[in-house]
């Protein structure tokens, strides 16, 4: 009865290591620009040419997203520290391989132009939402959303509502294993209506607002 939960735990330690040495060594490259445009064809069959996403809340717009924010999220799909089937089982076997490959292709989402999203709340928890997210949220990811790269922040303003939802709602019940223990336990003691809301506020955000002090990393 002991085994099964020791063997869960190295496994996670093991998956966790490996992710780590994977983003460690993609840092480490110079990143390969036209090449990584050619990676993101596959990307774009999902995310869509210009990496915006879908507006229903099944794929994410990852366009200008930070570079290390990116390289951090695929290696951790790589290595079972967050998890998709369509990214862990058709990207990575057939394209996307190596700490080159995750650095070029980084290096090309990063780079790409951000948009505003159309998928936004129906507005009945904003107010309730925005005061939730200055309290809880805004000390990590700013007062616009933007995150910061140097603590693996993602940038969040002008993110599709519905996929929001999704991601928040996943963290709080631990499908999101590459998050921290804090930030799981912080979700869990919001209520369906406050996670709905904070959602809403950052759906609205212009998507190209910098960290304070910063200019935007992305220019149109």
Known sequence: MIVAPLIIAATADTDQLAAEQEYAAALQRQPNLPRGRDLFATCAACHGSDGSGVEDGSVPAIAGQYFAVIVKQLTDFHN????????????????????ADFADVAAYISALPRHATHDVGDGSELTAGTGV????????????????ESSLTPRLGGQHYRYLVRQIRNAGVQWRPNMSSQHEQLVRRLSPEQINGVADYLSRLDPNLGPPGAEAAISN
């Not at 079972?80 to 700490?99: C, D, E, F, Q």
């Open 80 to 99: 079972a520290r967050r998890w998709n089937i369509r990214m862990g089982k058709v990207l990575y076997p057939l394209h996307i391989t190596s700490a």
């Open 133 to 148: 997210y200055f309290v809880a949220c805004e000390s990590c990811h700013g007062a616009t959303g933007a995150g910061a």
